[in-house]
C-alpha cells in the first residue's frame, strides 16, 4: 500500500513512480518468539500506458489507482 508518491513522470509509453510504499523494509528480524518486522521504505515501479489514458490528477486517487495495478516495487538504498 503506498502512503506518499515522491515523484512520478511519463516518458516513451512508461510511467515511472517513486512513493512510499507501506510494509516493505525489514525493520527488525525474526527471533524464536517473533515474526519479522517490516515497516514502509521509498520504492520505484514503473509500467506502460495508452497514448490516450489519463491518471488521475487528485493524489489520492492516483494512489488508490497505483495500488490497484499492484505493482513489483523495488526497495532504494537508505540513502536515495
Not at 35 to 48: K, L, Q, T
Request: hydrophobic residues 35%; contains cysteine; proline residues 8%.
Amino acid at each position: 500500500m503506498i502512503s506518499d508518491i515522491q515523484s512520478i513522470f511519463q516518458e516513451d509509453g512508461y510511467v515511472y513512480v517513486t512513493a512510499i510504499v507501506e510494509d516493505v523494509k525489514l525493520v527488525y528480524h525474526a527471533t524464536w518468539y517473533d515474526p519479522p518486522e517490516y515497516g514502509p521504505g521509498i520504492c520505484e515501479s514503473y509500467f506502460p500506458i495508452e497514448e490516450d489514458e489519463e491518471l488521475p490528477e487528485d493524489e489520492n486517487e492516483l494512489i488508490t489507482y497505483l495500488d490497484s495495478m499492484d505493482l513489483d516495487w523495488v526497495l532504494l538504498p537508505d540513502d536515495y
